[in-house]
């Protein structure tokens, strides 16, 4: 039987198309159908046909009603049977609305990889873990590698700088991203979840994402968290049972800013402090943390983070 194919009417009557981009690496695939939900096809082309396929989604075997009524008889089992005919199963508006969610939340996330590869080699393998979170801009949380100098990682945040989904206009959302530099051997990446690097960068982007006055510290220059000790290396966890990190530090070889097609978005290190570090920035404030920065920067390892290090106080 020859293979017959015919147009999806995507525009018209599909809920939603999803297409291969730049930043899924598919160059054999860029421009083409990848997902497509609520499929309707355009009737009118398909003539006669009562098996066929949808051109450039293939993956989709179409059959008329009676051959579904002829399959059902014979009393075939494994199949799934969705009418792809008659009215489209959302609205103009709602269909409006997803499209303009995704004019919106497409393109970061291309710029965001853009950047990182700039920083090393982006690792496409590793698994790290990712949300539905709404209290992030475009309710996506998510982070990713990134492969250094000298064999450390770069672990980033993805999803702050997103537009803000609920306002449906372009933005840079918070205006930042967070990166914690460490050793190999601290972020394992078969297990990336469970390590201490990612739990704690998590738990300074809880932070940022609550308060906006951390926020707008965070963007503006130094800042001092303390995080919970959850999780944390002893080495690493107050007497008061909790983890100080120095946020904003500048690095020689990390840009404090990256664009993006809504604007520019700063790059926030996190650099994790010993409990030595955390008491001299509590008793000197905004002069604590500029010495600290200054001693960091003698070290040639401004932002980079370790469990077992030397104190620099």
Same mark, same amino acid.
């Not at 939340?105 to 539905?132: H, M, N, Q, T, Y």
């Not at 690097?197 to 006055?213: D, H």
């Given at each position: ?15 939603e198309v999803l297409y291969w981009t ?31 396929? !949808? ?21 075939? !089992?494994?199949?799934? =049977? ?81 537009? =803000? ?54 963007? &503006? ?8 000790? !959850? ?40 650099? &994790? ?41």
């Amino acid at each position: 039987m020859a293979k017959r194919y015919f147009e999806l009417d995507e525009d018209m009557s599909s809920e939603e198309v999803l297409y291969w981009t730049p930043e899924d690496d598919r160059p054999d695939k860029l421009g083409q159908y990848r997902a497509v939900y609520g499929m309707r096809i355009d009737t009118s082309k398909v003539g006669d046909a009562r098996i066929f396929r !949808t051109k450039g989604y293939p993956r989709a075997l179409l059959v008329a009603e009676e051959v579904k009524e002829a399959l059902e008889r014979t009393g075939a !089992t494994g199949l799934k =049977f969705t009418e792809v005919t008659g009215p489209s199963p959302i609205s103009d508006e709602e269909r409006a609305y997803k499209r303009r969610c995704n004019e919106l939340l497409d393109p970061p996330p291309a710029a965001r990889r853009a950047a990182w590869k700039s920083f090393g080699k982006l690792d496409e393998l590793a698994v790290a873990p990712r949300a539905i979170c709404y209290e992030w801009p475009g309710h996506r949380q998510d982070w990713a590698i990134i492969h250094r100098e000298a064999g450390r990682l770069l672990l980033v945040s993805e999803g702050l700088s997103d537009p =803000f989904i609920s306002r449906l206009e372009p933005s840079v959302g918070f205006g930042l991203e967070l990166a914690l530099e460490t050793e190999q051997t601290e972020l394992p990446l078969d297990a990336i979840e469970g390590s201490w690097p990612y739990i704690l960068l998590e738990r300074v982007a809880k932070e940022l994402v609550a308060q906006e006055n951390v926020r707008e510290r965070a963007e &503006a220059g130094l800042l001092a968290l303390e995080v919970a000790a !959850t999780g944390m290396p002893a080495t690493l966890v107050s007497t008061e049972g909790r983890v100080g990190v120095l946020l904003g530090l500048e690095s020689g070889t990390l840009p404090k800013h990256f664009p993006t097609p809504f604007g520019d978005v700063r790059l926030v290190t996190v650099k &994790a402090l010993l409990p030595a570090e955390l008491e001299y920035v509590l008793k000197r404030g905004t002069e604590g943390m500029d010495e600290l920065a200054r001693r960091f920067a003698k070290t040639g390892e401004e932002h980079v983070s370790r469990a077992s290090r030397q104190a620099v106080v």
